[in-house]
């Protein structure tokens, strides 16, 4: 008779499961998950600010601002007498908004749940989320400017350099070039990494979009639509769904 052996599952001894844990802890307290979520339009605040956001005393929020220090979550920059906070990098962020796809995973059929205009074009950090950027995502994996391991092919160094993006400047930055990240109202990828976040200043830049000062909302101005619709064949709707490419209907998730 054979006999049965039972695996065992042994993690790899570079998991510091502690480490893990404290960081899931730090981001789980709803005070501190919402100073976390307002940080993630790029914006520095100071503790005064977070803790209108995080709905608790001046004296908590400071409380609960060096327990996100300590688990590298949030970054603080001195300027004269005032202490700045904002979010610990791009992959903080990229942990936040995977975290807020997880949450709303349960569902059979995805039905998007976000404000409307946050759901159209929002900031993700440094870079654009939402319907646009997954539109934009698509246009640039369709036309083959992004490689599947999201380098720009030579049509596609063409036609980033073209909008004015610098892309051996980007190139020379510590971190990735450009990465797919997993958007949170749309539960498809939209372009991050150093090409993500270049793509959002030229937009500001040309004035394509613009950015509420009081959220991660991003308005797109009418010279942005036409440019939007000429460059990458992306038109707004007012029916439910905000951006789409032209003649691509969107799959159901």
Known sequence: M???RREHFV???SMNVDQLSGVAAAIGEPARARILS??????ARTATELAIVAEVSPSTASVHLDRLKTAHLV??????????????GPNVARALEGLAVIGGHSRSEFVPTTPTRLQAARTCYDHMAGTLAVSLHDCFQERRWLSAKYEATPAGARAFESLGIDLAAIRALRRPFARACLDWSERRPHLGGALGAALLKIALRKRWVEQDLDS??????????????ARFGITSSMSGQ?????????SSE
């Open 2 to 4: 054979p006999v049965a």
């Open 11 to 13: 993690y790899h001894q």
């Open 38 to 43: 307002c940080l993630m339009d790029g914006h």
């Open 75 to 88: 970054a603080v920059m001195a300027q004269g007498k005032h202490r700045y906070y904002s979010l610990g």
């Open 216 to 229: 991660r909302a991003l308005s797109v101005t009418s010279l942005g639509r036409r440019e939007l619709s």
């Open 242 to 250: 905000p951006w789409a490419g032209k003649g691509r209907a969107r």
